[in-house]
């Protein structure tokens, strides 16, 4: 059972930065997909970004790009979104989860979740 724990929400003002961080437990991390989604009250779930921990292949959703980079440390079984000039619309709570298989933005394919970590941007 993967365990995951998401950490390095906070607020901060628009233009600003934050580090995200999601630390993997319970099963190897390897050979599995581990995506960030977000999801502001009252709107739907939206990808972030994904990363696989095989062979590193990235994805993000368009709203980011350019402005986040999704990032791993193999040993540390830990990932990082690093989220530069942020925006208001930036607002959610962040979640990360974990695919065994698929690997991508679309949020229905992974099975395992965090608690989440809000992000304000004001």
């Known amino acids: 059972h993967v365990q995951l724990v998401e950490s390095g929400g906070g607020s901060v003002q628009a233009g600003g930065s934050l580090r995200l961080s999601c630390a993997v437990s319970?099963?190897?991390?390897?050979?599995?997909?581990i995506g960030w989604f977000r999801q502001a009250p009252g709107k739907d779930r939206e990808g972030v970004a994904a990363?696989?921990?095989?062979?590193?292949?990235?994805y993000y959703g368009d709203s980011v790009k350019g402005r986040f980079t999704v990032s791993q440390d193999n040993a540390r079984n830990t990932m990082w979104l690093q989220m530069n000039s942020l925006k208001p619309e930036d607002t959610a709570m962040y979640y990360c989860?974990?695919?065994?298989?698929?690997?991508?933005?679309?949020?229905?394919?992974?099975?395992?979740w965090g608690q989440g970590t809000q992000v304000t941007v004001s």
């Open positions: 989860a974990a695919s065994p298989g698929y690997c991508g933005t679309q949020s229905f394919n992974y099975k395992f």
């Open positions: 319970g099963a190897p991390y390897s050979d599995k997909c």
């Open positions: 990363i696989h921990t095989g062979g590193a292949t990235t």
